[in-house]
Each structure stands twice: as structure tokens, then as C-alpha cells.
């Protein structure tokens, strides 16, 4: 019988979760393709908006802390986004603790940042994004993966989204499960500090933001039936 084994998301190694979990990165962006063809979003004023974010503080990112870089660039944007809905029961939560265990594993810890069913309590997760974290052995790509399946499974979903940042660098990641393995793409690099690129970030983040929104919406109507 495999051992058990107890994962932080804090600490987590990307080869070690990818074993344990069996998981496998496929190397493809075919389920991306919906996904960044959500373009021609962005109204006049959220343009304004992110040229604003990134001609103040964009020459500021590599000098910047992880926390300095969240607070005046990253916040914003999700703010903007704005997953907030009273009417669905849906909010953004920050370092909030997140913790899913089968016979196999246990995954737990705080997550930096993720979308769920709830107002005050998340309860029910539908995205995450994972910075880099500036210490020895830090992975965003391992600790997103580790979060994506807790995730997954809390949500009992098909599929789930996220997404990873270092520095400038946002990386988009989609994560399902076939039979008993997972699988997940990663995107290619979309650079913030490219006015273009931080146009289709945030595009990228609108659409997530409208799924999660008719899935919510769609599942309500379901259960009033």
C-alpha cells in the first residue's frame, strides 16, 4: 500500500505533487483556444485604466516586493475584474485556507488568491492565481497545481482554471481529470509589463469571470426546477 502523504501549498515541490497525484503536463494550448479568443472586451475606460496602472508602475516591477507588486498592481486589476456578486453568492478571497484529502494525499494551506460559491466563508472554489513566493523551494506552477486539484475536487468539476504569476510574467493553466489522473496545460507567457499583453490578461481574467457567472447563474435556475 503507497504511503500517505500531506502536502502545504506553501512548500510543495512540483515533481513530488506531480507524482503523488498523477498528474501530467500536457504540452499543448488546444484547450485554450475558447478561451483567448474572448477578445474586443475591454471598454474605453477599462483601457484607460490599465495604461494608467502600468505607465505609473510598470518600470517598478522588478524592484518591487511580492506584497508591493499585489498591493498597487495586481489587487487593482482583480478589483476591476471585480468577481463580487451578492445576487450569486460568489467573492474573491485572499489568503484564505483551503484543504481537500483523499485516501492517498491531503492537500492544504492558504491560497493567495481564488473565486468561490460564498460571502464570507469560500466554500466552493472555481479559480485560482498563484504568485511567486521569493523563498527556497517556492513553485508557483507546483503550488497552483496542488491548489487546482483540491479545487477540482471540493468542486466535484470537470475542469478548472488558474492561473500563476513571477515578476511580470502571468502564465494561464487549465487543469481536468480523465479516470483517475490529471492533466493540465499551461499557456504561454503573457508579459504585464506589454500594454497589449495586459489587455489580453485582463480579457483573459473577464472570461473566466463571465463562466464562472453563467455556471452559477445556470445552477441556480436547475435547483429552483
Not at 97 to 120: I, M, P, S, T
Not at 204 to 218: A, G, H, Q, R, S
Amino acid at each position: 500500500m503507497a504511503e500517505f502523504r500531506e502536502f502545504s501549498f506553501s512548500g510543495v515541490d512540483l515533481q513530488e505533487i506531480r507524482e503523488v497525484t498523477n498528474s501530467k503536463r500536457v504540452f499543448s494550448q488546444n484547450r485554450f483556444d475558447k478561451w483567448f479568443s474572448y477578445r474586443g472586451k475591454t471598454s474605453k475606460s477599462d483601457r484607460e485604466f490599465l495604461q494608467s496602472l502600468l505607465k505609473r508602475y510598470g518600470y517598478l516591477f522588478r524592484t518591487y516586493s511580492e506584497d508591493t507588486l499585489k498591493a498597487k498592481f495586481i489587487i487593482p486589476i482583480l478589483n476591476r475584474v471585480d468577481f463580487f456578486s451578492e445576487e450569486l453568492q460568489l467573492s474573491d478571497f485572499y489568503h484564505e485556507k483551503l484543504a481537500y484529502r483523499n485516501e492517498k494525499f491531503k492537500l492544504n494551506g492558504f491560497c493567495d488568491f481564488y473565486v468561490a460559491g460564498g460571502l464570507d466563508i469560500p466554500e466552493k472554489p472555481f479559480f485560482f492565481i498563484q504568485e511567486f513566493k521569493r523563498t527556497e523551494g517556492s513553485n508557483p506552477e507546483g503550488q497552483l497545481i496542488a491548489e487546482l486539484i483540491a479545487g477540482l475536487e471540493i468542486n466535484n468539476s470537470s475542469y478548472i482554471r488558474g492561473a500563476f504569476i513571477v515578476g511580470a510574467i502571468w502564465n494561464f493553466v487549465i487543469l481536468w481529470k480523465e479516470d483517475d489522473r490529471y492533466f493540465y496545460e499551461v499557456s504561454n507567457n503573457f508579459d504585464s509589463t506589454d500594454s497589449e499583453k495586459l489587455i489580453e490578461i485582463y480579457e483573459n481574467l473577464l472570461f473566466v469571470k463571465e463562466e464562472i457567472f453563467n455556471l452559477v447563474t445556470k445552477e441556480r435556475k436547475e435547483h429552483i426546477k
